[in-house]
């Protein structure tokens, strides 16, 4: 299973796709991630991935990418919604939006929730710009160094890896004719 996420981030890397729509899928990935469990505004991110010009494999491999780290940000997320939803001027919209009927179901009110959607939100712009330029400097810089590598030529030539390549250049075919 690792060797094809590797395999399906390198070929992303070297796609023939502009670089900001990978990283807007890195910063919805990570948006994402932050949240936790299936909440109503992990739904709504993913409704967006589909509706925006974003790599969406690119998103849900963030999404699975930074699920494993977010759990360490928690407590921080946990202070961070605490303080949001303690914020004296803010309480009649709280109290405003936890009467509308299906509001609740948000779960607004979670201390963890409202801090990964706060913090998600202010810091999907840092993860996009540093995708960005990470994205760019690897294509116009390492790409070629580390294709050239003997490692990785011996790599690609391994008989798994060749087959795991083709299906992913047939599963890439088929994702942008749709």
Known sequence: MPLKWLVKFFSVLNANRRPGELAAGMALGFLM???????????LELTIAFLMK???????????????????????LDLV??????????????TTLY????VPLTRFNNTVVMGA?????VLA???YILALIGIRQYREIWRDRIAEL???KAFLKAPLVVKILGW?????RVSEGV
């Open 117 to 121: 959607l706060f913090g998600g939100i």
């Open 33 to 43: 991630a932050l949240q936790p469990g299936f909440t109503f505004f992990r739904l």
């Open 150 to 152: 003997p490692v990785v």
């Open 81 to 94: 919604g605490g303080w949001i939803l303690m914020v004296p001027s803010l309480t009649p919209l709280w």
């Open 125 to 127: 712009v840092p993860v």
């Open 54 to 76: 974003v790599h969406f494999p690119t998103a849900l491999l963030a999404l699975f990418l930074f699920s494993f780290l977010a759990p360490l940000f928690d407590p921080l």
């Open 168 to 172: 992913v250049g047939k599963i890439m």
């Open 99 to 102: 009467a509308f009927p299906l």
